[in-house]
């Protein structure tokens, strides 16, 4: 499941990051340049071990990138405040979180999507077998 779950959300954040620079509020997220680079660069790491790497290595990405999405999400709701995002044409929002003010913005939906990937991310993970670590019969 691992290596699925990688493939399918690093194509996912492979586009979201390429999207971002065309349309910086897609699904009314906040994509700045850093934010679309971070897909981007997280998209391709889990693309390629969905597709090349080891499941032990999928699994591992999973879990750990499930655990920092989550994060992400839960941290943004909680240091979000209402406010008005520094990229032009954004509108306001409640629980906007300035990670690096005027460069790296989150709003409501990027936590919101923040949360699902962490689950999904974890999913993928936990629910994956790791025939390298068990004992052979």
Do not use: Q
């Not at 699925?4 to 996912?12: D, E």
């Not at 954040?13 to 910086?24: Q, S």
């Not at 994509?31 to 390629?48: K, P, R, T």
Request: proline share 3%; with cysteine; hydrophobic share 55%.
């Amino acid at each position: 499941m691992a290596k699925t779950i990688c493939t399918l959300l690093g194509a996912v954040l492979l586009l979201v990051g390429i999207v971002g620079f065309v349309a910086p509020g897609f699904l009314g997220t906040h994509l700045s340049l850093v934010h679309n680079l971070i897909h981007i660069v997280s998209g391709a790491a889990a693309l390629y071990l969905g597709l090349s790497g080891s499941l032990s290595a999928a699994r591992t990405f999973c879990l750990a990138f499930g655990a920092v999405y989550l994060l992400l999400g839960i941290v943004g709701f909680l240091l979000g405040g209402a406010g008005t995002p520094s990229m032009p044409n954004m509108a306001a929002d409640t629980h906007l979180f300035k990670v690096i003010p005027g460069i790296l913005e989150l709003g409501t939906m990027d936590h919101c999507i923040h949360l699902l990937l962490g689950i999904v991310f974890l999913a993928g993970g936990l629910l994956t077998k790791d025939y390298a670590t068990t004992s052979r019969d």
